[in-house]
C-alpha cells in the first residue's frame, strides 16, 4: 500500500471518529429531550408547567450561550453536563408545550413535523458534508441572519404582550426554518473539516465535539419547531 493510500485512509478514519462522536451525542441529546419531554407528558407535569414555558425557553438559551462562552474554559466534564442540562431543559419545554399542539390541532401534526424535519436535517446534512462548494460565506451570512432573527423574536414576543401579531408568527417561522437548514449544512462541512485537523484524542478535540454536536442538535430542534408551527398555521 502507498504513502498516499496510507494517508487517506487515516483521513478517513479522522473523519469518521469525529463525526461519529458528534452525531452520537447529537443523537444522544436528542432521545434524552424524547424521554424528559415524555415522562413530563405521562405524569401529568406538563399541567401546572404550562404557564411557564417561557422560563425554560430563557434557561436553554442561556446555558447554550454558556456553553459557547465558557468552552476554553469550562472543563469536558462541565460541557457534558451543561449540555444534558440544556437537552434535559428542551425535554421539559416540549413536554410542556407539545400536549397543546395535539389537543388543539391532533397529535399526526407533531409525527408529521418530525418526519419531516428529519428529512430536511438529513438532506441538508447530506449536502454538507459531501458538496465540493465551500459554504464558508454563506455560513457568515447565516450567522448574522440567525442574530437578526433571535432580535425579531424577542421583539414580537415582547410586542404579543400588548397587540395582536400572530400574523408575524408565520413570517418568523418560514425565516427560521430557511435559516436554520441552510446552518445544517454549513455546520456538517465543518465538523468534516474539524475532523481533518483536529487531534482526536485531545481535550480540545473533545471539547470542540461536543459544541459541534450542540450546533447540531439545536438545528434538528429548531427545524423540527419551524415546522411545527408552519403545519399548524396550515391546518388552523
Known amino acids: 500500500m502507498g504513502y498516499y493510500d496510507r494517508n487517506r485512509i487515516q483521513d478517513a478514519r479522522a473523519v469518521s471518529a469525529f463525526s461519529t462522536r458528534v452525531y452520537g451525542w447529537m443523537a444522544g441529546g436528542l432521545a434524552f429531550t424524547a ?11 406538563y399541567i401546572p408547567l404550562a404557564s411557564f414555558w417561557w422560563v425554560w425557553g430563557f434557561l436553554a438559551f442561556g446555558v447554550a450561550m454558556g456553553i459557547n ?3 476554553n474554559r469550562f472543563s469536558l466534564p462541565t460541557i457534558v453536563g451543561l449540555f444534558l442540562a440544556y437537552a434535559g431543559i428542551e425535554g421539559v419545554l416540549f413536554g410542556t408545550i407539545l ?26 446534512m447530506g449536502y454538507g458534508i459531501f458538496t465540493k462548494n465551500d459554504l464558508t460565506g454563506l455560513g457568515k451570512i447565516l450567522q448574522f ?28 417561522s ?9 446552518l445544517t449544512a454549513y455546520d456538517a462541512q465543518t465538523i468534516r473539516q474539524m475532523s481533518m485537523q ?14 459541534m454536536a450542540l450546533r447540531m442538535y439545536i438545528n434538528m430542534v429548531m427545524i423540527f419547531w419551524y415546522l411545527l408551527q408552519i403545519l399548524s398555521s396550515n391546518r388552523k
Open 35 to 45: 424521554a424528559v419531554a415524555f415522562f413530563i407528558f405521562q405524569s401529568g407535569l
Open 69 to 71: 462562552v465558557g468552552l
Open 99 to 124: 400536549p397543546a399542539f395535539a389537543s388543539a390541532y391532533g397529535g399526526q401534526v407533531i409525527w408529521t413535523a418530525f418526519l419531516t424535519a428529519s428529512s430536511i436535517f438529513g438532506l441538508a
Open 145 to 172: 441572519a440567525l442574530i437578526g432573527l433571535i432580535g425579531i423574536t424577542f421583539l414580537y414576543l415582547i410586542l404579543s404582550f400588548f397587540m395582536n401579531v400572530t400574523w408575524a408568527s408565520l413570517f418568523i
Open 174 to 182: 418560514y425565516l427560521g426554518l430557511i435559516i436554520f437548514v441552510g
Open 198 to 211: 483536529a487531534d482526536i484524542n485531545s481535550v480540545a478535540s473533545y471539547r470542540l465535539s461536543m459544541v
